[in-house]
């Protein structure tokens, strides 16, 4: 049987009611559904090329007043408001990808400057300090909301920091600017985040998978799977994992991230035995030791 015969096979036993509910710890730990804020609204948009004309102009522009509002399929409208933070020393334009750089260059060169340097201070700080990594992103989007690159920092930054529906609403944004593949299994993953796993799935479906980098489709099945034993279908989960590159002989850079949910779906669905085999092949690939592999494939074996 193909792998996506026997993930429909799977998915229709999860939803005749085979398999139990999710425990609550199954899924991600996720923070508290945040609030609606900003997105591309006219009313927003038109604020932000106006303030960019006037910075640009060399007015002076209120703090705050690039704030916009916006809701998020039907959540509640709450105003933000953009406050400038303090720009770290070495946080300079010239760290930024060339990519990203080359869409500055059609800002004026002083705001161009500006956004650049809040957005190298954004990357910088995701990883230690996330909250202030989204206020300079933040700051940088309320400076130039029509740049895709700018309200592509702004979604990964919010991701970061927890801000679910922020995340969503801006990564939406960046995909309508550029006509890309977007970051499909971040956005994904917040719907998740959101309580919608069935969006989830449904994004998973929708994606051009062609358009995405190997790393980037491995991703998005982990998500998918989650998303499917977030719903309780576990057998789905398992199958949706699977594919040529579930190879235990295979040492690629996501191999770790695929072996270790492919055996925590395992384990999930009550497979044990499989799960430490596939627990263990995932600390062998885990290089770096990003994982508790090992851990996990300790706690489940048996105990003389």
């Known amino acids: 049987m193909s792998a996506d015969a026997a993930l429909d096979a799977a998915e229709g036993r999860a939803e005749a009611g085979e398999g139990g509910a999710v425990e609550a710890d199954a899924a991600p730990s996720r923070a508290a559904v945040p609030r609606a804020v900003e997105s591309e609204d006219e009313?927003?948009?038109?604020?932000?090329?106006?303030?960019?004309?006037?910075?640009?102009?060399?007015?002076?522009?209120?703090?705050?007043?690039?704030?916009?509002?916006?809701?998020?399929?039907?959540?509640?409208?709450?105003?933000?408001?953009?406050?400038?933070?303090?720009?770290?020393?070495?946080?300079?334009?010239?760290i930024l990808d060339p990519e990203v750089k080359q869409e500055l260059r059609g800002l004026p060169k002083g705001l161009a400057e500006i956004v650049g340097r809040h957005l190298a201070a954004a990357g910088m700080l995701i990883d230690s300090e996330p909250e202030l990594a989204l206020e300079h992103?933040?700051?940088?989007?309320?400076?130039?909301?029509?740049?895709?690159?700018?309200?592509?920092?702004?979604?990964?930054?919010?991701?970061?920091?927890?801000?679910?529906?922020?995340?969503?609403?801006?990564?939406?944004?960046?995909?309508?600017?550029?006509?890309?593949?977007?970051?499909?299994?971040?956005?994904?993953?917040?719907?998740?985040?959101?309580?919608?796993?069935?969006?989830?799935?449904?994004?998973?479906?929708?994606?051009?998978?062609?358009?995405?980098?190997?790393?980037?489709?491995?991703?998005?099945?982990?998500?998918?799977?989650?998303?499917?034993?977030?719903?309780?279908?576990?057998?789905?989960?398992?199958?949706?994992?699977?594919?040529?590159?579930?190879?235990?002989?295979?040492?690629?850079?996501?191999?770790?991230r695929l072996f270790y949910a492919y055996a925590d779906n395992l384990a999930a669905a009550g497979r044990t035995e499989e799960a430490v085999k596939w627990f263990l092949n995932a600390a062998q690939a885990d290089d770096d030791n990003e994982t508790d592999a090992a851990e996990r494939a300790f706690d489940l074996s048996p105990q003389d």
């Open 43 to 94: 009313a927003g948009a038109e604020g932000s090329e106006a303030a960019e004309a006037a910075e640009a102009a060399g007015e002076d522009v209120a703090e705050g007043s690039q704030g916009s509002e916006d809701a998020v399929d039907g959540e509640e409208r709450v105003f933000t408001r953009a406050r400038t933070p303090e720009l770290p020393e070495d946080a300079d334009i010239s």
């Open 137 to 256: 992103a933040r700051y940088a989007r309320s400076k130039a909301a029509r740049v895709a690159v700018v309200r592509e920092a702004a979604g990964l930054a919010a991701y970061h920091a927890g801000e679910w529906a922020e995340a969503l609403s801006e990564l939406r944004a960046a995909r309508r600017m550029s006509h890309g593949a977007g970051h499909v299994a971040v956005m994904a993953d917040c719907e998740r985040a959101l309580g919608r796993p069935e969006r989830a799935i449904e994004l998973a479906r929708e994606a051009q998978v062609a358009l995405l980098s190997p790393d980037e489709a491995v991703e998005l099945r982990i998500v998918a799977a989650g998303a499917r034993r977030d719903m309780g279908q576990l057998d789905a989960a398992v199958v949706a994992l699977q594919g040529d590159d579930l190879d235990e002989k295979r040492r690629e850079p996501w191999s770790a």
